[in-house]
């Protein structure tokens, strides 16, 4: 979606409301990519983001009335995200937790040596690179929920310490001293544990199988390296769109943005096609 003036998102707003499809569509297709990825980093595998984002788009279309212009559109839309995802019990790691400890533990004693070839004719380079991105996703898993937030917030969305904080229930001077210790262990971790991004012994290309075998990658089913990558420029969009006033940012080069994939944008566009969005908009 080309980018918008909050008062233009106000207008497609009151249309949408109104009975308007396609500016309902609009909407929807301006935010579906930046829930997705909020999701991503929250939840750590893409079939539970995609089952996320669904359940938040379908949110805010139905709260879509109650939107009344006092932040903007894409606050408000991330204040639903947020929300939900806080209180997300669906996906694999609530049942499944992670910790920096176990995470540290597998790298230092996992016997990858002993791991036969499982690669099934995929490439090894392919499937690293599939692993890395996974692994780094992953490891967002070892903090627990609202720390996982502040770090997702203030390092791959950039947002202004005021907003965040308000989304969060918290102070700005609050919000940014977590940010910034939290930070700081994620970047501790890396460096002490991890080969590609830090100075540890961690290679992903020497754990492949050893990931194959754990059912942490899987060669037939590579959701990173089949998924179409968007523009940092985008996240910056919605970072500005958010009334951004500072720059708290740190480069952590994993945290890139995707595409929502098309599965969840052809359910999203069934919706609304369907004869249930009428009953929506008679709210």
Known sequence: MKKK????LRALVNKATAGDKKALETLVTGVQDIVFNLSLRMLGAF???????QDILLKMITHLSSFRGDSSF????FSIAVNHLKNYKKHMFAHYPLSFEYYGDDIENGKIQDVPDLTQNVEKDILAEELKMSCTNVMLQCLDTESRCIFILGTMFRVDSRIAGD???????AYRQRLSRIRKKMADFLRQYCGEYGSGKCKCKDRVNYAIQSRRLNPLQLDYMTATEISPETIMDVKNAMEDIDDLSQDFSFCKPYQSP??????IQEFLD??????????
């Open 5 to 8: 003036t909050n008062e233009e």
């Open 47 to 53: 079939a539970d983001a995609e089952d996320a984002t």
């Open 74 to 77: 894409t606050t408000w839309v």
């Open 167 to 173: 989304l969060l229930g918290l102070t700005p001077e």
């Open 262 to 267: 098309e599965r969840t944008k052809h359910l």
């Open 274 to 283: 369907s004869t249930q969005l009428s009953i929506i908009q008679g709210l």
